[in-house]
């Protein structure tokens, strides 16, 4: 195996959401996971987000099951689970015990509410996790319900991002003291991280996050999409004035719009005469003129064209991989470049070539 993680090995406990893709993310960059199934599986197969593992299906409450992840585990890097608190130590599983077999394991526990705290043992989505960070409340339109933006920002963005990360850093951790370590990475932690900038901004009064003034979540005339004459629609992110002149300019709209343009007061009338002006033309009229300048432009574009834009394209951002197109390994690395590879053989025979730590 290639990549900058080659010689990593994991062991994965199967669930859904974030483990599975953080998973992912390790074995695309070249880490040999294995991933533990209970028979009948998961309920939500992926074959894109369960890429580049091998698989052992097996009861881990029967005999053989219990010895088979003992052994995994004495023999592993890292492990990934994503069990409700107290799952994994009723099982016989608990970094208490693993831990002790192997100190060199670091043991990954992905949750939503984190392993402590009152709501710990409660059930949750993504959308009750991103909803008392303050994240959710942001989004959406003034005077309706706040709005989901899919489970990009609780499940991958404050879940499995945050957990690659903290199993990197024990990873550089452990090679000078030699020992693993737990990581709780809960969702409500991880989103509270990325909503740092905000809250920075707050006290001095450099943003709202009320959704009639929030200049980043679509209040504003110049960071919005707008409909365009085929029922298409547009991006404009044009925050800065230079950017905002560009826009203006080559979309050949009023100048007097250029006027005050942080004035909240007058981001509504300034937003419906832009509505006005970007409906007269196609999506593709729009990209004619605007795609590649500086106004900060962008068509959107539904999951199943992303591949065949043109910059995705150029870049190579998607691959087509056991017979599917699917995202390409990233971020991208100059010597050891991850790749996205099938599903492997039989995760025994893995298990069973890793030397015992």
């Given at each position: 195996?290639?990549?900058?993680?080659?010689?990593?090995?994991?062991?994965?406990?199967?669930?859904?959401?974030?483990?599975?893709?953080?998973?992912?993310?390790?074995?695309?960059?070249?880490?040999?996971?294995?991933?533990?199934?209970?028979?009948?599986?998961?309920?939500?197969?992926?074959?894109?987000?369960?890429?580049?593992?091998?698989?052992?299906?097996?009861?881990?409450?029967?005999?053989?099951?219990?010895?088979?992840?003992?052994?995994?585990?004495?023999?592993?890097?890292?492990?990934?689970?994503?069990?409700?608190?107290?799952?994994?130590?009723?099982?016989?599983?608990?970094?208490?015990?693993?831990?002790?077999?192997?100190?060199?394991?670091?043991?990954?526990?992905?949750?939503?509410?984190?392993?402590?705290?009152?709501?710990?043992?409660?059930?949750?989505?993504?959308?009750?996790?991103?909803?008392?960070?303050?994240?959710?409340?942001?989004?959406?339109?003034?005077?309706?319900?706040?709005?989901?933006?899919?489970?990009?920002?609780?499940?991958?963005?404050?879940?499995?991002?945050?957990?690659?990360?903290?199993?990197?850093?024990?990873l550089w951790e452990r090679q000078s003291s030699g020992r693993g370590q737990i990581i709780d990475a809960a969702i409500v932690d991880g989103v509270t991280s990325l909503m740092t900038m905000f809250a920075g901004?707050?006290?001095?009064?450099?943003?709202?996050?009320?959704?009639?003034?929030?200049?980043?979540?679509?209040?504003?005339?110049?960071?919005?999409?707008?409909?365009?004459?085929?029922?298409?629609?547009?991006?404009?992110?044009?925050?800065?004035?230079?950017?905002?002149?560009?826009?203006?300019?080559?979309?050949?709209?009023?100048?007097?719009?250029?006027?005050?343009?942080?004035?909240?007061?007058?981001?509504?009338?300034?937003?419906?005469?832009?509505?006005?002006?970007?409906?007269?033309?196609?999506?593709?009229?729009?990209?004619?003129?605007?795609?590649?300048?500086?106004?900060?432009?962008?068509?959107?574009?539904?999951?199943?064209?992303?591949?065949?834009?043109?910059?995705?394209?150029?870049?190579?951002?998607?691959?087509?991989?056991?017979?599917?197109?699917?995202?390409?390994?990233?971020?991208?690395?100059?010597?050891?470049?991850?790749t996205v590879r099938a599903a492997q053989p039989d995760g025994r025979e893995a298990i069973a070539r890793w030397p015992t730590q």
């Amino acid at each position: 195996m290639s990549g900058p993680l080659a010689g990593l090995r994991v062991l994965e406990f199967a669930g859904i959401g974030p483990g599975p893709h953080c998973g992912m993310l390790l074995a695309d960059l070249g880490a040999e996971v294995v991933r533990i199934d209970r028979p009948g599986g998961n309920g939500w197969p992926n074959p894109v987000v369960d890429r580049g593992r091998s698989t052992v299906t097996i009861d881990i409450r029967s005999e053989e099951g219990r010895a088979f992840c003992y052994e995994a585990a004495d023999k592993a890097d890292v492990l990934i689970e994503g069990f409700r608190p107290g799952v994994m130590e009723r099982l016989g599983f608990g970094p208490d015990i693993l831990c002790e077999r192997n100190p060199r394991l670091v043991y990954g526990r992905m949750t939503g509410w984190g392993q402590s705290g009152p709501l710990a043992q409660a059930a949750g989505h993504d959308i009750n996790y991103i909803a008392v960070t303050g994240a959710l409340a942001a989004m959406g339109t003034a005077g309706q319900p706040a709005m989901p933006p899919l489970n990009l920002v609780g499940d991958f963005g404050g879940g499995s991002m945050f957990l690659a990360f903290g199993i990197m850093a024990a990873l550089w951790e452990r090679q000078s003291s030699g020992r693993g370590q737990i990581i709780d990475a809960a969702i409500v932690d991880g989103v509270t991280s990325l909503m740092t900038m905000f809250a920075g901004l707050l006290p001095d009064g450099r943003i709202s996050m009320a959704r009639d003034s929030n200049l980043l979540a679509g209040a504003s005339p110049f960071y919005r999409c707008y409909r365009c004459a085929d029922g298409g629609e547009i991006a404009v992110g044009a925050l800065e004035p230079q950017f905002y002149r560009e826009l203006i300019a080559l979309s050949g709209a009023p100048s007097d719009l250029l006027d005050q343009q942080n004035d909240e007061s007058g981001w509504a009338g300034r937003s419906d005469r832009l509505a006005d002006l970007f409906a007269t033309r196609t999506v593709a009229e729009w990209c004619a003129m605007l795609e590649g300048s500086d106004a900060c432009f962008a068509p959107v574009i539904e999951l199943s064209s992303a591949p065949s834009h043109p910059h995705l394209a150029a870049r190579e951002t998607y691959v087509e991989a056991d017979g599917l197109v699917q995202a390409a390994s990233a971020p991208r690395f100059s010597r050891t470049p991850g790749t996205v590879r099938a599903a492997q053989p039989d995760g025994r025979e893995a298990i069973a070539r890793w030397p015992t730590q």
